[in-house]
């Protein structure tokens, strides 16, 4: 039952990726991308991120979807030539993709650090020996050594211990309390970087007042 | 086959390449943007596989939080960008707003 | 400062005034320029006459008043050394004063008939003002320093109003002719004076006079000469500005090309005043003048007065001739200073400066209306200066034409002139001094009694072909008229100064006349008993020959009693005394032989003077042509230097820059390896680096395609080719 409903899930948002990204019909395109969300969203809860889950329902399908098919709205008159997206290199951006899909394919397929094997308790396990594995290309960098082992440290105990106590609770009471715990200062960053960015938004598409509506509106005040 | 960390991985992939492929391919910006945000939940997708199954539990859905974040913050500025460029070059190719060459 | 050394002061800046004055109103008085030279020069001439009438009958000795100029401080080895000023008043200066300021006020007067309508007649009139102004400044000065400044000014002067029709070629290089020439003279003059400079520290001339007298220095040598034979040197040197500005052998070929200045300017510079200054540089400097200088004066004196006087038979432009007797007159003078006979050469030269002058402006007189004459006839070819085409013009031109016979009467030397009174006596000192010195000196008298003659004559073939006879062009004579009021008057003013009246009261006594007698005494000679002339010794010397002169020099020019001379002077004197009477009767007979020649040949048989010509071609030729002097300087001195000069060249060409050229050419060859080293070793790296960096852009240019989409694509294409470097080290 898990597998089919994630198979589900993964064949939305695969299908909408697809959709999206080779759709002629900019229109279709965001309406597939609505589909790819949601189908994230899904993909979250099988996870165990339900709070995730809603926070990209809301502000992606509810936001940032919007705001794309508003720009399209804007940007684009319907039913002109301008609204077809043209072909491009297509040739180049299908080696790109391809070759970086071989890449990251290689990259998680052959790890031993990604496989996750069933226990001896009949959970779900990941072998952890990754963190130590020489496998990983970067293990051996000499600038990251040191930061891959800390940010891989485990903090928090086994994550087995953790989903354990899981279940009931949801994330939402852990993650509001690492907002504002140990994540308060990106927390206030993050919360100063989206003000900022939503006034400069602003900002930049505000349409220039020329000089004899400026005029008029001193005139005016 | 259960479903593991490779799955989500594997999703993870398949949308990031189809972002880049995005990005690279398509003739309207809009649609770059949205190639964009396929990479950035590429990137949730691949943050919430580890923070489930990887070792790194709950703070990599603090940066998934993080990344949604940015990404709403990028949507607003790109939108008000691309809005400038349609007004400045009639146009939302983004063959053609090729000044940077100059 | 006495009262007439303040007036003098006035005299000399009067005449600047006028100069300043005209100089920067040029435009605004245009042709009313003489009315305001005209006043000034005027109230200088009658300043002038004040001081000359007070000097000469009042105050016996000479005033001096000096200032110190320059002074140089404690000069190791000379000790205190200053250079002083000043002015000093004797009879020369004040009969100059007179004479300069008077000529130059007629001048003015004639001028500003004779100039009417000139394009520049208000700098004429400006640069008349500065030459009276550096005349007078010669005149009044008290050393050699002062003189030679106002000598230079006048040299300057000259030169401007001889250029003053600059447009034509003529006036432009007798100017530069006359101011070149000059500078040879001043060369001379110059070295002269730092001669005496160099020894004695000072330029005043009482002082150098008193130094010489005193006894020579032995370190007074120039190259190695004996003192005595350097003062003889220093006195010939100095003498050479002389022989410049008046004109003298072998400087003289200036003088008849100055003619092509404005004929009144002839008269004042060419004639009575600027001429005169060398004459009066010589009368300032007798006393210092030893035998041997004197001798070599008197000769080039007489020399002149002989080559001027042939080269005056035969000129035929009126003011040529009296170019020519002006340089034989000039002759005379320097003759008679050479021969001792002071009073006789400054007589001559004032009585010359009253009827030259009055020759020169009857002749402008002339030639003003024979150029209106031909004016009115629209003739533009016609020589008007030429006297072939005059003739009986006594008729038309009355006062003028009696006039210019007066003048004519005194040069010639007729009883009752002034001419006869002064040559008489030039005549007579030459004699004298012939006799007495010998050798060489002999052919003086027969130099002077020919050169009389042939001034009769020549004076009077001008006059006879001027106003006699019957007109070569009567269309022109029938157009003549007397000259106007401002132009006649000065005319009779000169020839009224002319007459023996003024200065002696016996015509044939000038040795006795008052300005002989008293106004223009010898001045004694103060040189070294061994310098003076050789006479002096053989006959033996009186006891006053060693006692005398100390005694007079001691109050040199103070003293107002009869100064006591030298032996060789009292023997001169006393010989021209003895001869004067004998000198007097061939003098006469000289004259009237010349006139009568000239009458019989102009007047009484005119075919004559052609008939001689060709009979004496050669003869003619070479006074025609003035003795060839131009052509020989032509080809002695400028042929000469041309060929120095084309040497100088042929040497600069091939050796000199033949060496540089080599020079050049190795430097060239050099330059060329060098050059080669550098465009293709050096340049070709820079170049090659140039290239490749250039090949690269060229090759990555095509990167830049400004386009999002293709900067990521190669972001990507890097980022792949990252990862498979890591998977394939990793496998």
Not at chain 3, 415 to 441: H, R
Not at chain 3, 675 to 684: E, L, N, Q, S
């Amino acid at each position: 039952m898990f597998d089919f409903i994630f198979y589900c899930f993964a064949i939305i948002t695969v299908a909408g990726a697809f959709v999206t990204a080779l759709s002629k019909n900019i229109v279709y395109a965001a309406f597939a991308l609505l589909f790819t969300f949601f189908g994230i969203a899904g993909l979250y809860v099988m996870a165990n991120a339900d709070f995730l889950a809603v926070t990209q329902l809301m502000i992606y399908v509810g936001g940032i979807l919007i705001l794309l098919i508003f720009g399209v709205m804007l940007t684009t008159r319907i039913g002109s030539v301008d609204i077809r997206v043209g072909s491009g290199s297509k040739w180049v951006a299908g080696i790109m993709a391809t070759a970086l899909f071989v890449i990251l394919s290689v990259a998680f397929l052959g790890s031993e650090a990604t496989h996750t094997e069933k226990g001896n308790d009949g959970k779900m396990k990941t072998v952890t020996s990754w963190a130590s594995s020489s496998t990983m290309p970067w293990k051996n960098s000499q600038w990251n050594k040191n930061a891959t082992e800390e940010v891989l440290k485990v903090k928090y105990g086994s994550p087995d211990e953790k989903k354990t106590n899981e279940g009931s609770s949801g994330t939402s009471a852990e993650i509001g309390k690492l907002f504002l715990t140990d994540f308060l200062l990106p927390f206030e960053v993050i919360s100063v970087l989206l003000l900022v960015s939503l006034i400069g938004a602003t900002m930049i598409a505000r349409k220039e007042p020329t000089l004899e509506e400026e005029a008029i509106a001193e005139s005016v005040s | 086959m259960t479903i593991g960390l490779n799955h989500f991985l594997f999703i993870g992939a398949v949308l990031f390449v189809l972002g880049i492929f995005s990005m690279l391919y398509r003739r309207n910006v809009i649609a770059v943007l949205m190639g964009v945000e396929l990479i950035l939940n590429a990137a949730n997708i691949n943050f919430i596989a580890f923070s489930r199954y990887g070792g790194v539990n709950i703070s990599g859905q603090m940066a998934a939080i993080f990344v949604i974040v940015v990404a709403a913050g990028e949507a607003a500025v790109a939108l008000a960008i691309v809005l400038n460029i349609y007004k400045n070059f009639k146009s939302v190719n983004p063959a053609e707003v090729d000044t940077l060459r100059d | 400062m006495h009262q007439l050394i303040t007036f003098s002061l006035i005299i000399l800046g009067l005449p600047m005034l006028s100069f300043l004055i005209i100089i920067f109103n040029q435009k605004r008085l245009q042709q009313k320029a003489h009315l305001v030279g005209l006043p000034i020069i005027g109230t200088a001439l009658a300043l002038a006459i004040y001081i000359c009438y007070s000097k000469l009958s009042g105050i016996h000795e000479t005033l001096n008043w000096s200032t110190k100029w320059i002074s140089f401080g404690n000069v190791p080895g000379v000790g205190e050394w200053n250079i002083t000023t000043g002015i000093m008043i004797d009879n020369l200066t004040s009969i100059m004063l007179v004479v300069v300021t008077l000529i130059s006020f007629l001048v003015h007067l004639f001028s500003s008939k004779y100039m009417e309508g000139d394009i520049r007649y208000s700098r004429y009139f400006a640069y008349l003002g500065i030459f009276t102004f550096s005349m007078l400044g010669i005149v009044i000065g008290n050393n050699l320093f002062a003189l030679y400044i106002f000598w230079e000014l006048v040299g300057f002067s000259s030169y401007s109003l001889i250029s003053h029709w600059y447009e034509k070629p003529g006036p432009q290089l007798a100017s530069k002719k006359a101011f070149i020439v000059n500078r040879v003279g001043d060369v001379g003059m110059w070295t002269g004076l730092m001669l005496v400079f160099g020894t004695f520290h000072t330029f005043n001339f009482s002082d150098i006079f008193a130094a010489i007298h005193s006894g020579l220095p032995t370190n007074f040598s120039l190259l190695g000469l004996s003192p005595e034979a350097t003062l003889t040197a220093a006195g010939v040197l100095i003498f050479c500005g002389a022989v410049g500005k008046s004109a003298q052998f072998p400087l003289h070929v200036w003088l008849p090309d100055a003619m092509e200045g404005p004929t009144p300017v002839s008269a004042l510079i060419h004639a009575a005043t600027m001429v005169a200054a060398g004459v009066y540089l010589v009368c300032r400097i007798f006393p210092m003048l030893t035998g041997d200088a004197m001798l070599v004066i008197a000769l080039v004196g007489g020399l002149t007065s002989f080559i001027a006087a042939t080269t005056a038979l035969t000129q035929n432009d009126i003011k040529r001739v009296l170019a020519y007797s002006t340089v034989s007159q000039l002759g005379y003078m320097i003759m008679a200073l050479g021969v001792g006979a002071f009073s006789a050469g400054f007589f001559h030269l004032t009585t010359h400066a009253m009827f030259k002058a009055c020759l020169f402006l009857g002749s402008g007189s002339v030639i003003h209306a024979m150029h209106h004459s031909l004016h009115h006839l629209h003739d533009h070819h016609t020589d008007p200066q030429d006297m072939r085409n005059m003739g009986g013009l006594l008729k038309k031109m009355p006062i003028t034409g009696y006039t210019f016979i007066i003048a004519t009467l005194a040069i010639s030397g007729i009883p009752l002139m002034s001419g006869f009174m002064s040559k008489d006596e030039i005549l007579a000192g030459a004699t004298a001094y012939s006799s007495l010195q010998g050798g060489i000196a002999t052919l003086l008298p027969w130099v002077g009694f020919g050169v009389a003659m042939m001034t009769a004559f020549y004076m009077w073939r001008q006059v006879f072909m001027t106003f006699f006879g019957k007109p070569k062009m009567p269309e022109v004579y029938a157009h003549i008229h007397e000259s106007p009021k401002a132009m006649v008057v000065p005319l009779i003013i000169l020839a009224g100064l002319s007459f023996w009246v003024w200065y002696g009261a016996n015509p044939i006594d000038p040795a006795n006349g008052w300005f002989m007698k008293s106004w223009a005494e010898t001045p004694a000679q103060i040189v070294p008993h061994n310098t003076a002339p050789a006479f002096a010794m053989h006959e033996g010397s009186s006891a006053k020959e060693v006692a005398g002169p100390a005694h007079e020099m001691s109050e040199h020019g103070k003293v107002a009693e009869k100064v006591e001379l030298m032996p060789h002077q009292e023997m001169l004197e006393h010989k021209t005394h003895e001869v004067a009477g004998m000198g007097m009767i061939i003098s006469i007979l000289c004259a009237i032989t010349g006139i009568a020649l000239a009458w019989f040949m102009y007047l009484k048989n005119t075919a004559l003077p052609d008939k001689i010509a060709t009979m004496f071609a050669p003869l003619y030729r070479f006074s025609l042509n003035k003795w060839y002097f131009d052509e020989l300087y032509e080809f002695a001195f400028v042929g000469s230097f041309m060929l120095f000069a084309r040497m100088c060249s042929w040497f600069d060409t091939n050796i000199v820059d033949g060496a540089v050229n080599g020079v050049g050419k190795v430097t060239i060859v050099f330059s060329k390896l060098n050059g080669w080293f550098d465009k293709y070793i050096v340049d070709g790296l820079v170049n090659l680096t140039a290239g490749i960096t250039q090949l690269i852009g060229s090759m990555f240019r095509s990167v830049q395609t400004g386009k999002i989409q293709t900067y990521l694509a190669w972001t990507m294409a890097g980022v792949v080719v990252v990862f498979a470097v890591l998977a394939l080290k990793m496998l």
